[in-house]
């Protein structure tokens, strides 16, 4: 729903338009590879650790920010060089180096890049540099409640269930009873499996 939601009414994602998932390898990150390309965009990459479990979403190009710092920002200037919107669902530091990265890649500078802040298990705070801002067209913008409006999350809200029970968003979950929810929270799961209680 994050990526779904910040898409279709932050962004406007446009049929052929590029989008880069920072943080690809947690759930909603690697979903939301799969969302942006259902919404039509033409280019997906994926950025987080973990090349495996990212391949899984199938983008169309991966970046491993598990590699060496300098090997990592020359693959990030490359990979998004032309792409128009970011999904961000580290921030912190990684979002400050990879605006580092990508901004002095970019083929054109008048090619607007909304950068879409998200989530924030890298940190709360972010350096942006300041040269970003003036070397690019860089919108910074947010994505959840209060962002946008309850209702407008409500509407958007029948078309995501038909997607999602037409197969197009599956999740590895497990299920539990909700009288089992103190052996749920010791339950051990495997790279994005996620468990749900059920009644």
Do not use: C
């Amino acid at each position: 729903m994050s990526s779904w939601i910040a898409l279709r009414q932050r962004v406007g994602l446009r049929a052929g338009q590029s989008v880069l998932v920072l943080g690809a390898t947690g759930n909603a990150g690697a979903m939301a590879v799969r969302v942006a390309r259902r919404l039509g965009a033409g280019r997906v990459i994926a950025v987080g650790r973990g090349a495996q479990r990212m391949a899984a979403a199938d983008p169309d190009a991966i970046v491993a920010l598990d590699d060496a710092p300098d090997r990592v920002a020359e693959q990030l200037g490359r990979a998004a060089s032309d792409v128009d919107v970011v999904l961000d669902y580290l921030w912190g530091r990684p979002t400050a180096d990879a605006l580092r990265a990508i901004v002095p890649a970019r083929h054109d500078d008048d090619q607007k890049l909304t950068w879409v802040q998200i989530g924030s298990v890298a940190g709360t705070e972010s350096p942006i540099p300041s040269a970003a801002l003036r070397a690019t067209r860089l919108d910074i913008a947010g994505s959840g409640q209060g962002s946008v409006p309850a209702t407008r999350i409500v509407a958007e809200l029948g078309e995501l269930l038909d997607e999602v029970a037409a197969g197009h968003f599956t999740s590895d979950v497990l299920t539990m009873p909700l009288s089992q929810v103190g052996q749920a929270w010791l339950t051990g799961t495997h790279g994005t499996q996620r468990v749900v209680l059920v009644a």
